[in-house]
């Protein structure tokens, strides 16, 4: 399973765009890339995925680089709640995932 | 998406005692994961339990220490066999369903042993 490097901590002002990056030179041809996001005293919540192409929703973007071997989740307006550790992650067919350390954001009001 | 309980929720053991972790989930799912998160730690996977088959133990983790049941689709237990005071974390199960992409977490049992 592909590892992943995201910086430790990042700040971000209330209602400002965000720009989470993660690294994941080793993944392959088929490896999907999956975003979570864990706030105080809870169990990791799913926030996007993809696997070659930019996607949204209504929490967030996922932006692929062209050769897969980075990627970006864009949070468009920040909010206090989205205070959260992130975690990138990179997976096959198995669904195991393989947490690094994640990103700790923190919104300032 | 799925609503995943656990139970207990927050227990404190004596060493050398054993505690069963209960996960049930509200549908029927293929797959379910147990993960361990030490006191400021990201999550480590401990084995995956597929409803009729043997858990899969990730490196590190045996079945003696960390036994799994995985009776039918909505339902799985983990226990932590023999405790030690290494073994204080936070113990979630995780469920995905082919095809989703994505997997829903429960809240998490804290465990500290004494």
């Known amino acids: 399973d592909a590892k992943t490097t995201q910086p430790n901590s990042m700040e971000s002002n209330e209602e400002e765009p965000v720009h989470l990056p993660c690294n994941h030179s080793t993944i392959s041809g088929t490896d999907y890339i999956h975003w979570y996001r864990q706030l105080p005293s809870q169990g990791p919540e799913y926030v996007i995925h993809?696997?070659?192409s930019n996607v949204n929703n209504r929490m967030a973007s996922l932006a692929i680089a062209e050769d897969r071997k980075s990627s970006t989740l864009i949070l468009h307006r920040a909010t206090l709640r989205d205070a959260a550790v992130y975690y990138c992650t990179v997976t096959s067919g198995t669904y195991k995932y393989i947490f690094g350390t994640g990103t700790r954001l923190k919104v300032l009001a | 998406s799925a609503v995943i309980s656990q139970k207990p929720s927050r227990d404190i053991c004596q060493r050398g005692t054993s505690l069963t972790i209960q996960c049930q989930v509200d549908?029927?799912?293929?797959?379910m994961f147990w993960y361990r998160q030490q006191p400021g730690q990201s999550l480590t996977l401990i084995a995956t339990a597929n409803q009729g088959s043997e858990a899969t133990y990730e490196s590190g983790f045996v079945i003696d220490k960390f036994p799994i049941s995985r009776p039918n689709l909505t339902f799985s237990t983990l226990t932590v066999s023999n405790m030690s005071p290494e073994d204080s974390s936070i113990y979630l199960c995780?469920?995905?369903?082919?095809?989703?992409?994505?997997?829903?977490f429960g809240p998490g049992t804290r465990l500290t042993v004494t």
């Open positions: 995780s469920v995905a369903d082919r095809g989703l992409g994505e997997q829903y």
């Open positions: 993809g696997l070659t």
């Open positions: 549908s029927q799912v293929t797959m």
